[in-house]
């Protein structure tokens, strides 16, 4: 069973940087070409994607973030990254990591596909 564990939020100040980890549990007999993302949420709003990687390593991001973030991802420790730089208010949002060991890519990168595994989500704060 895929099971993904995100570290690394926190509060910065605008216009600072925060880089949030994912580590994926469960993948061995999958390999690693699959799809990976980091959606967003902030209460009472849609959960909204921010950028993803697909089995190639190709990346893609919303234009919100385009510029700023930067998604990677390590085949060899499991883990996938989230650096945030130039950080807005505006962001401030808890951050989910989301994996689907059977998709290798899709049209919209940025629409969790159906057997999408979540993890707890881990709350990123910026104060102006």
């Known amino acids: 069973q895929v099971q993904l564990v995100e570290s690394g939020g926190g509060s910065a100040q605008t216009g600072g940087s925060l880089t949030l980890s994912c580590a994926v549990f469960g993948v061995t007999s999958y390999g690693s070409r699959y799809y990976m993302a980091w959606f967003r949420q902030d209460p009472g709003t849609e959960r909204e994607g921010v950028t993803a990687i697909d089995g190639n390593g190709r990346t893609y991001y919303a234009d919100s973030v385009k510029g700023r973030f930067t998604i990677s991802k390590d085949n060899d420790k499991n883990t996938l990254y989230l650096h945030m730089g130039n950080l807005k208010p505006e962001d401030t949002a808890m951050y989910y990591c989301?994996?689907?060991?059977?998709?290798?890519?899709?049209?919209?990168?940025?629409?969790?596909?159906?057997?999408?595994?979540w993890g707890q989500g881990t709350q990123v704060t910026v104060s102006s």
């Open positions: 989301a994996a689907d060991v059977t998709t290798f890519y899709r049209q919209n990168m940025l629409v969790p596909p159906v057997s999408t595994v």
